[in-house]
């Protein structure tokens, strides 16, 4: 069974346990923040724009977006974890790395 936007929410809250924001507060505000965000502009896109996109994928990505950036997770954690491979292209694709993206 596929990790459900809840198990994204609390995957999202072990991994980033203890960290802050510049502002001091816990970094999962920023999380839920953007996931918020993402997600009302998923389902629009999906619903009245007609746009192919799974809105449940957009918010799971949204929650996960600074796991392998700002964590020790791996993409191959979130493959083990059972999200989606499209869940876990979209992180990758939001994640700042040393590699140069074309």
């Known amino acids: 069974m ?3 936007n ?3 929410h609390q995957f999202a809250a072990q991994a980033h346990a203890g960290q802050v924001d510049k502002a001091g507060k816990p970094y999962i505000r920023h999380v839920n ?3 918020g965000a993402a997600s009302g502009r998923a389902t629009h896109a999906f ?3 007609g ?3 799974n809105p449940d994928h957009v918010l799971q990505a949204a929650y ?3 796991v392998l950036e700002d964590t020790p997770t791996t993409a ?3 493959l083990k974890a059972g999200y989606a491979p499209q869940v876990i292209k979209m992180v990758q694709l939001l994640s700042k790395t040393d590699e140069e993206m074309s």
Do not use: Q, T, Y
Request: a negative charge; proline letters at 5%; zero cysteines.
């Open 76 to 78: 191959d954690d979130l």
């Open 33 to 35: 923040r953007v996931a």
């Open 6 to 8: 809840s198990d994204a």
């Open 64 to 66: 996960l977006h600074d």
């Open 2 to 4: 596929s990790p459900s």
């Open 47 to 49: 619903e009245k724009d």
């Open 51 to 53: 746009l192919s996109i």
